[in-house]
């Protein structure tokens, strides 16, 4: 393993972005994003993706140079054209005006359109809770899951994400895939040549499988069986169709086999418990800390605790990563497209 | 059985709660929602649910004629204190003000405070996609569900619901709760002297139980894992603290052992596609259509079709309830507090 400080990583992350061609603007607002997700020990959307970030560029399926359009669509709508670039800096251009815009009017609902999309959704939503406002996030990506009683893929792993701030302390945020596992865990299994447990997937014939390539040829299951096959329709409607952009199956479309990261779109809805209670909301905001000590007090966890104990480590330790992703990297610092 | 037409059912239900004095407007909106569910097929919300309202009001746990008071609390807010009373009527004095503020702003909410609740929620839900508009709605009941990995309860069974507009059909809804079953199959499984299947609950300590007596004195387990019981923690936050209102822990301490239906708050958001869309809308709109087409070619059900094909048979042929229960209602038509 090589050990990094987390200045070493930004470093190396934002070095590699610039040497192949991403504007300055989007290689530093990427490597926030590479590198809140190493610190927190979320491996898959760590230095990681660097690779995957490559492969897209190569494949002609991200704009390196893309700059953001703002349209301030409703009185609680902004939406943000990302112009095939990645999402991050398009969230960054859409935060502070969704932010205004629900504190003025107490719920607002950023739109991201036309971005290539590769960050964990608590990296965004926990920007918003640092405002104090409380924040959710959907975003379709392609299709690889099928609807619960089918066995085509309809729908991508669609992750719905969730943000509570806390005053002094790290906020309640959750963000899971409505599939029953990531599409990587599978990935994972093939590699090492392991069975997947039963009831992730089906193989193209629509049979329940334990196969990993099986699998990923058929189609994934939805977490939760019709409840959470609901909850995949939900979110590729509200933040596909809702807001003029791609499908799951569209997405696909669009990828053409390159196997790139997702072209869509994304919805974020922020709310402000100041506006909602007015002057009564630190008593009621008391009273989510009562919810919070029920759970934990009977020794169950709350959402994202590995996550902050990790960036607590990393922050004072840096962080580790292999000696065969240190080296792939090395070689994307030397080599260009 | 007995066969009703709909509208002997809704006459039935309105004469039985003008006879235990509920106000003119509350008999009328409680009636809606009760003619709703039964209608649909959904019968542990249809007039089987007038016993439970009769006992809650000798409990002395609703007020039959309380006034709904509406504050204007943001330009995307409406709150709503039902003081009280049914959440039926307050929910009807906040829709119109809730559809405009989403023509307007594009997105907006509407939180019910105060209220007592037995309505399922896709009754509401479908009001607003009435409106063309797409909604969501959040309600905590009274705790009885652990959270993943404990065993005591701290969650109601705390549903979540959706719908979406569709042009000539009816609306893409669903409606579930976050609960791994609903409450009253674990209650109509000991009438039963039924065991009930592994995986529903545990006992009063923790151990996993299929005795649906030890389960409704332990704890109910949320759907889908800990997926699930994140969901049930957004519901209690959203639709608690957020608007001002009892979590799932206190409302069962209101309800002080009477049994009676919850009383607590509810939160609903609406969107506006159009306002999301502008003149693209139709164009979009009809790219949800494919999703659904997606679906349901491959043999998957959209959600709610049951309830839709109930809801064409009674509307033809009326609806049938059991003698016993004929003969409870009848019991009620005469007996007052």
């Not at 992730?200 to 994934?220: C, F, H, K, R, Y």
């Amino acid at each position: 393993m090589t050990r990094l400080s987390v200045k070493e990583l930004e470093d190396l992350s934002r070095d590699i972005l610039l040497r192949h061609g991403f504007s300055v603007d989007h290689a530093q607002a990427v490597t926030d994003t590479i590198v809140a997700g190493q610190r927190d020990e979320c491996h898959s959307h760590g230095l990681y993706r660097l690779l995957g970030i490559i492969e897209t560029l190569k494949a002609g399926k991200v704009i390196p140079d893309a700059k953001p359009g703002i349209v301030d669509q409703a009185p609680s709508i902004v939406k943000v054209d990302a112009r095939g670039g990645f999402s991050q800096l398009a969230f960054d251009a859409g935060l502070p005006i969704l932010v205004q815009k629900t504190r003025d009017n107490g719920i607002a609902a950023l739109a991201i359109n036309h971005c290539v999309h590769f960050s964990a959704l608590w990296v965004e939503i926990e920007q918003i809770t640092d405002a104090g406002l409380v924040a959710l996030a959907f975003t379709p990506s392609q299709a690889g899951v099928a609807p619960e009683g089918g066995h085509k893929p309809v729908f991508g792993t669609n992750p719905i994400a969730f943000g509570w701030p806390r005053a002094g302390k790290d906020p309640f945020v959750f963000d899971f895939a409505t599939s029953v596992i990531a599409r990587g865990d599978i990935e994972l299994h093939r590699r090492a040549g392991k069975e997947i447990p039963p009831g992730w997937g089906v193989d193209i014939n629509g049979q329940p499988s334990t196969d990993p390539g099986a699998v990923l040829e058929g189609a994934m299951r939805t977490f939760g069986g019709h409840k959470g096959s609901a909850l995949a329709a939900m979110v590729e409607l509200v933040a596909g169709p809702l807001i003029g952009d791609l499908t799951s199956v569209e997405s696909l479309a669009w990828d053409d086999g390159t196997k790139s990261l997702p072209h869509h779109g994304e919805l974020v809805i922020a709310l402000d418990p100041r506006r909602f209670l007015g002057p009564a909301a630190d008593q009621h905001l008391a009273r989510a800390e009562t919810l919070f000590d029920n759970i934990q007090a009977q020794g169950a966890r709350l959402p994202s605790q590995r996550r902050y104990a990790a960036r607590k480590r990393s922050l004072e330790n840096g962080v580790e990563i292999s000696e065969a992703l240190y080296s792939d990297l090395q070689k994307l610092l030397v080599q260009v497209v």
